[in-house]
């Protein structure tokens, strides 16, 4: 019943999934000193590193990553800010069972920078998306999504903060459905059994 996830930053989305009690069997980073590999050893969950850097390629990174992961058979997968390109190979292996965190209203601002693209369109809202993991980068069926706000005097600091409020509230809230096996995916599209909300709109701050 257990979950990996995987960081390669400060750690606050997995932070709020050990919070929300969600049974982490291990936390994988491929940054040294990730924020979120402190968060995960203060309260005695395993840390694995695995360096990209120390890798050739793409693919003997990521085979010695999965042999992490599957060295726990976890039942899911969760990226919590893991910025690490994939390749289809190692999605496809996770097919169905990894879950991602993206700081934006999917389809709308897929990639990087999210914010800052957010403000530069002049959207007034905006967002987070919980999603299956697929091999196009940020587009796999959508689980919650979260919206906000876009406030007049906004930076891209102060819109990430309020983002990163409701990141923490959805991401526990759609892990916890997969484990209790409620996620249906029907024509690429994701609805909960017992009909639980997937949307949120958080106007309280
Ligand atoms: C989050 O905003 C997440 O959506 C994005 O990277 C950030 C990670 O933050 N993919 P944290 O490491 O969970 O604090």
Redo the contacts with the bound molecule.
């Keep these: 019943m257990s979950v990996v996830v995987l960081?390669?930053?400060?750690?606050?989305?997995?932070e709020a999934l050990l919070r929300a009690g969600i049974p982490v069997a291990a936390v994988i980073s491929n940054v040294a000193g990730a924020?979120?590999l402190a968060i995960a050893s203060k309260r005695g969950i395993p840390t694995k590193l695995v360096k990209h850097g120390d890798f050739p390629s793409r693919e003997a990174f990521e085979a010695v990553l999965a042999a992490e992961i599957d060295r726990l058979a976890p039942k899911l997968v969760v990226?919590?800010?893991?910025?690490r390109i994939v390749t289809a190979g190692f999605v496809e292996r996770y097919a169905g069972r990894m879950l991602?965190?993206?700081?934006s209203l999917l389809p709308a601002f897929a990639g990087l920078h999210t914010h800052e693209r957010a403000l530069a369109a002049g959207v007034k809202v905006h967002g987070?998306t919980v999603h299956l993991v697929t091999p196009e980068l940020d587009a796999g069926p959508i689980v919650i999504q979260a919206a906000v706000p876009v406030r007049d005097g906004d930076t891209a600091d102060t819109l990430?903060a309020r983002?990163?409020r409701q990141?923490h509230l959805v991401y526990p809230r759609a892990v916890r459905w997969f484990l209790e096996g409620r996620l249906v995916i029907e024509n690429g599209l994701v609805r909960v059994k017992g009909g639980d909300a997937q949307c949120i709109f958080s106007d309280n701050d």
């Design positions: 960081i390669s930053g400060r750690g606050s989305n997995l924020g979120g990226c919590a800010g893991f910025m991602n965190v993206h700081p987070c990430a983002v990163l990141e």
